[in-house]
């Protein structure tokens, strides 16, 4: 370097391979070279440096195919950073290992809290947009799906049948009296029929709810709850808020997204709504969305004058009926007997959810029922 200002550098003119050895140095605005039958002027922002790199050439172009190299890479760093010409400020942070960790920290927060609060908000408010002909076949089909390769005919005679469909529903209709659903309001278009079928099936005593509005009950959960009439309707009331908040179509457009984004990173679409039904096989509900159905179970209990206290029974008796597992809890992916994840059992029966349910009773207005046996 022969001076503060200049800079010993090679010029290729973009004609030839031969370099020649120039002085470079900046005046306002522009950057001026200087060698043996060259002069020449080039305003700052026409030129374009080269991304500093730890091992890299140093070089500018210009517009016309012109380059110049630094002889000594150092210097070259030198002279830029004197004149603030510099790396910017991005390129200087990629090359830091602690800005390079920092956002990559902050990306993987983002990341975490995109799918904990994002992606559940984005189902919630998508949820409402899409019709309910889409609801329909995506339940029809995952019905389909389940009856091949999981369920079979209910065992329970068509009398008994007959019997828990007419008490349920009655008890359905009492529970959403005056709601969206029963007033036939725009909103309640947008919202399924409630349909009960029965099933056997190798999930022991359960019910879940489709997005058409179909709940499935099982063989099992009829023989459990047979004397407590109460319970079987608290079940039911707990799925029926399932389907008015449309969850397992929530839960189904939150693994749509997280689908659609994996496969904008790795591009593969074919897969994302091909397999919906099998999506909503294997969805277990979150802990929120099964707080939103306990709260709606309730609301359903109240509207039928049942404490819902009573459903301490029902936890009781699953857990009695379950001693392989101590609890009623979510099917393990190993376990071929247990395949269907949306079911009311799709979490633990733990304190808190019982302590909610105990608290919701109320003292005037409902039925003493009897002690559970």
Same mark, same amino acid.
């Given at each position: ?17 031969? #370099? ?14 200087? @060698?043996? @039958?060259?002069? $020449? ?69 983002? #990341? ?20 309910? +002909? ?30 828990? $469909? ?11 009296? @005056? ?10 278009? &947008? ?54 908040? &449309? ?43 099964? $707080?939103?159905?306990?709260?709606? #179970?309730?609301?359903?209990?109240? &509207? ?20 392989? $597992? @101590? ?21 633990? #029966? ?20 009897? +002690?559970?046996?």
């Amino acid at each position: 370097m022969t001076s503060a200002r200049q800079l010993s550098v090679a010029y290729f003119d973009g004609l030839t391979a031969r #370099a020649q050895p120039v002085l470079m140095w900046v005046e306002p605005g522009m950057l001026q070279l200087s @060698g043996a @039958g060259l002069i $020449r002027q080039v305003p700052l922002n026409k030129v374009q440096w080269s991304e500093r790199t730890r091992h890299g050439a140093r070089m500018a172009h210009f517009a016309d195919g012109g380059t110049i190299q630094a002889v000594n890479p150092a210097d070259w760093d030198s002279w830029l950073d004197h004149h603030d010409l510099g790396a910017p400020l991005s390129v200087r942070a990629h090359q830091s290992w602690r800005w390079t960790m920092l956002a990559t920290t902050v990306l993987l927060m983002v #990341a975490v809290m995109g799918y904990w609060w994002g992606l559940p908000l984005a189902a919630r408010l998508l949820a409402p947009l899409v019709p309910q +002909t889409v609801s329909q076949q995506i339940g029809k089909a995952t019905l389909q799906t389940m009856d091949e390769q999981w369920l079979k005919p209910s065992q329970l005679p068509f009398q008994e049948q007959a019997h828990w $469909r007419a008490l349920l529903s009655k008890a359905i209709a009492q529970g959403l009296e @005056g709601t969206e659903i029963d007033t036939g309001t725009r909103a309640a278009s &947008r919202q399924p029929a409630i349909q009960l079928q029965f099933r056997q099936a190798h999930i022991g005593p359960n019910a879940f709810a489709l997005p058409d509005g179909n709940i499935v009950i099982t063989d099992d959960l009829i023989a459990l709850l047979h004397d407590r009439e109460d319970v079987l309707i608290g079940v039911v009331g707990h799925e029926t808020g399932h389907i008015t908040g &449309r969850h397992g179509l929530r839960g189904l457009i939150q693994a749509g997204l997280l689908g659609a984004i994996g496969s904008l990173t790795f591009g593969d679409f074919s897969t994302v709504l091909a397999s919906a039904p099998i999506l909503m096989g294997q969805l277990a509900y979150s802990r929120d969305l099964e $707080r939103e159905a306990d709260d709606a #179970a309730i609301t359903f209990m109240h &509207r039928n004058h049942i404490r819902p206290s009573v459903m301490g029974v029902f936890f009781q008796r699953v857990k009695d009926a379950s001693p392989r $597992r @101590g609890q009623a809890t979510a099917p393990q992916a190993d376990d071929a007997s247990q395949p269907i994840g949306i079911a009311f059992s799709s979490h633990p #029966a733990d304190a808190e959810r019982l302590a909610h349910f105990q608290s919701a009773d109320l003292d005037g207005g409902l039925q003493e029922q009897p +002690t559970p046996p």
